[in-house]
């Protein structure tokens, strides 16, 4: 007898939806749509909906890089376990791509639920599905909008009617919408008119088959949903900076175009003058100048790009690093090489911009993991540029920086701004002046001064070619070595300050996993998986920054395997450590690699690291 069968016509038992269990606040939403047609706002209201139920959520853009026209999918993630990856399965599929709805469709697994579009007939395409055809172009015109705004609004039905049938209240609907279009009043009225047509069509006309519910949780409060970038934006502007040289690129741009609106609201005097300098310079090559001239001027200064424009940085880079100019430089990388396709993800940049230059070069990265982390390592990286004196990378990538992600609410920084061995008109006058290229505490970091400071020992000439302590110009092979040697001890230097790893686990199992930015969200479900499926317990590391610290090389020693896991073809945080741990460690790496463009999913990393573990039986 099967579970239907069970139920008396016309109703439905407790936690059954059409005679199937419910399945509550852990599925998949994906919104297939096309790029240009106004749907990000309409995503928008339904994730943040979701998220005023106390239910935890996640949203991941897959959009093309031209400008409209091609087709985007925007997938939402509710997970009442609080897992925020990419989940690979689709539960629910909003169709309204004409394009790609065929494929989508014949792409989901048997239980699915699919709302279309009536038209695209897309019922006839399989039988183990569930349908719900919405004639949304008629419901448009009933929203009293015009006919130019009827292709907006549409998108906002079919967050009515997905909301009707995963049962999310229209009071949140409501909250949310006005919270959206706080700044358009008639705008809010009109949209939230098109959201309840679709709430209202869909609890009068559809019958609720599919098992998929959403129920009032109490996970996210006092939580926030930011994206990536603007929360690296908010930390460079709590951080002090002054002074921005940039160049627009996919997906960095909303870092400067963040920042840009953070600093007109805060950081403009009340005379109306601007406290700041934020210039869209020609090229990245001449963004970079600026931010590394600004930095030896004194001001707190950063750029932000991704690959192609960070290859055009390399000699300047070089010359930060080898002259000791500070400057702070976000990287939120996609795929390449070249072009690549650039509205995907990707950790690809990870060796690129550690050795950034020609010569031997070394260049400090910070790696966050979190949208948290993107703002406190906001900061912290304008410190540390300043403590090195040397150019400093955050390395985000599209998915950390481009989407949606629940996260606690940011600390208000309390501790000063730290500036690093700057010598004043009267520290000079006590010592009589100064080497600035001198290790005077056996550290690696000299003293400096900065320009405009009143005193006749305070000046030094900066140059890129060979100089000795004193700044002077020299060929001397002694200069050249004991100044790379210096270089060298600073970077070792940088390793105590730079943000230390979080490790979890026992620090007693067999199996460790190694792992960075974002994909710390697969992995940290991934875990959960081996545990249940393969009995497997694992120790966990994650690395926040280069150069490594010396908890790394623990937890590698402690461990008889470890699984190292990326987003990149070549292994490249593995070849970091394989340079940086002693041989008989580096034989117990093993690589999990995922770089299609796509975020990393649990899935992928469970199913490599069960099957490496299987091998070893």
């Not at 001027?297 to 290859?311: K, L, N, Q, W, Y």
């Not at 005193?455 to 070619?465: D, E």
Request: aromatic share 8%.
């Amino acid at each position: 007898m099967t579970t239907s069968q069970l139920v008396a016509e016309g109703q439905t038992a407790p936690g059954l939806v059409g005679g199937v269990k419910q399945v509550v606040n852990d599925f998949s939403i994906q919104i297939a749509t096309v790029n240009g047609s106004g749907s990000q706002s309409a995503n928008s209201v339904l994730l943040r909906s979701i998220f005023r139920m106390g239910v935890p959520v996640s949203g991941k853009n897959l959009f093309p890089s031209n400008i409209a026209g091609l087709p985007t999918w925007y997938t939402i993630r509710v997970s009442k376990h609080g897992w925020v990856a990419r989940k690979t399965d689709i539960d629910i599929l909003i169709a309204m791509n004409a394009e790609t709805a065929r494929e989508d469709v014949l792409s989901l697994e048997p239980g699915a639920a699919v709302i279309y579009d009536e038209s695209l007939k897309l019922n006839e395409l399989r039988s183990d599905v569930t349908y719900y055809a919405v004639p949304f172009d008629q419901l448009a015109a009933t929203t009293g909008a015009d006919a130019k705004l009827r292709k907006l609004v549409k998108n906002m039905v079919y967050v009515g009617v997905a909301a009707q049938l995963l049962s999310i209240d229209m009071e949140r609907l409501e909250k949310t919408v006005r919270k959206q279009f706080a700044k358009k009043v008639k705008a809010a009225e009109l949209n939230l008119s098109a959201v309840r047509v679709g709430f209202d069509y869909a609890a009068s006309t559809l019958t609720k088959q599919d098992p998929f519910v959403v129920e009032a949780m109490r996970a996210t409060e006092g939580k926030i949903i930011i994206d990536g970038n603007a929360a690296a934006a908010m930390g460079a502007m709590f951080a002090g900076v002054t002074v921005v040289g940039w160049y627009p690129i996919t997906p960095s741009s909303s870092v400067i175009e963040n920042l840009i609106d953070y600093m007109k609201k805060y950081r403009v005097e009340k005379d109306g003058k601007a406290s700041f300098a934020i210039v869209q310079a020609e090229d990245e090559l001449a963004a970079i100048g600026m931010v590394l001239g600004a930095g030896w001027a004194g001001a707190r200064s950063m750029t932000a790009s991704s690959g192609p424009g960070i290859s055009l940085m390399a000699e300047f880079t070089g010359l930060g690093y080898y002259a000791e100019l500070p400057g702070v430089i976000f990287d939120i990388q996609r795929t390449g090489p070249s072009t690549g396709l650039p509205t995907r993800t990707s950790q690809a940049d990870l060796t690129f911009v550690a050795g950034l230059s020609h010569g031997d070069t070394k260049h400090v990265i910070l790696l966050p993991g979190s949208v948290k982390e993107c703002f406190e390592f906001g900061m912290e990286a304008f410190d540390l540029a300043e403590q090195l004196q040397t150019p400093v990378f955050v390395l985000s990538d599209l998915d950390l920086g481009m989407n949606n992600w629940m996260s606690e609410p940011f600390e208000y920084p309390e501790k000063p701004i730290a500036r690093g061995k700057v010598l004043n008109a009267k520290q000079l006058e006590e010592l009589g002046g100064f080497a600035r290229y001198k290790d005077v505490d056996g550290d690696g970091i000299p003293y400096r001064t900065l320009p405009g400071t009143d005193h006749p020992a305070a000046s030094y000439f900066t140059r890129g070619s060979g100089h000795n302590e004193k700044a002077l110009y020299s060929e001397r092979p002694e200069d050249y070595e004991n100044n790379m040697l210096r270089l060298a001890r600073k970077f070792e230097t940088a390793a105590t300050l730079v943000p230390k790893p979080i490790v979890e686990g026992t620090g007693k199992e067999k199996a460790g996993i190694i792992a960075y930015g974002t994909s710390h969200w697969a992995v940290v479900e991934s875990r959960d998986q081996l545990a249940r499926e393969s009995e497997l317990a694992t120790d966990y590391l994650r690395v926040r920054a280069y150069p490594f610290a010396q908890e790394i090389r623990d937890f590698v020693a402690q461990h008889d395997r470890v699984y190292v896991v990326e987003q990149n073809r070549d292994a490249q945080m593995l070849n970091l450590l394989k340079i940086d741990l002693d041989a008989a460690e580096v034989v117990k790496l093993h690589s999990v690699l995922h770089f299609n463009g796509l975020p990393i999913d649990a899935r992928t990393v469970t199913s490599a690291i069960a099957a490496q573990e299987g091998a070893r039986k």
